[in-house]
């Protein structure tokens, strides 16, 4: 196989991963896109974040996660701080892009319940490798994923 040939191969394992993440997800009470999944995990790993701050980091337009941020707010999910007082709320009830967002409990409910089913499916799928396979895959996942972090856009 050439290299061309193994990262093909490395795209399609990536999409069953998310296919199967989010058909795994459904199960769960509050039923997350994808992408809802990705916008909480962001405001969980990024505390104060803004509309702005997601739309730059996943590369959509500010718009296309106001659209999102509106329905997660519609689903009790996120809100706005409430100690941020510099802003008001836009049509709907939508986070003003502006403001530093936060899940709800009910979103924290979400996120966990989510990742619970998403760490299981993991978890399965990683049975019979060793600690070392496991360790190895993660450090390798972690320098694939960081890689644009760094400045080496393609």
Avoid: C, K
């Avoid at 999102?68 to 892009?97: F, I, M, T």
């Amino acid at each position: 196989m050439t290299r061309r040939d193994d990262a093909a191969g490395i795209l399609r394992e990536l999409i069953v991963i998310s296919r199967r993440g989010v058909a795994d997800a459904r199960t769960a009470r509050i039923r997350l896109s994808l992408t809802d999944q990705s916008i909480l995990g962001y405001i969980v790993d990024h505390p104060g974040a803004r509309s702005t701050d997601i739309a730059t980091a996943f590369r959509l337009n500010r718009s296309t996660v106001s659209r999102q941020l509106a329905n997660l707010a519609r689903l009790g999910v996120v809100r706005e701080r409430a100690d941020e007082a510099s802003a008001s709320s836009g049509a709907g009830g939508a986070p003003v892009r502006g403001r530093p967002l936060e899940l709800t409990d009910t979103g924290w409910a979400a996120y966990h319940e989510a990742i619970a089913i998403l760490q299981s499916v993991v978890d399965h799928q990683l049975g019979d490798w060793t600690d070392a396979e496991v360790a190895r895959f993660a450090r390798d996942l972690h320098r694939f994923n960081t890689h644009e972090e760094e400045g080496t856009t393609p």
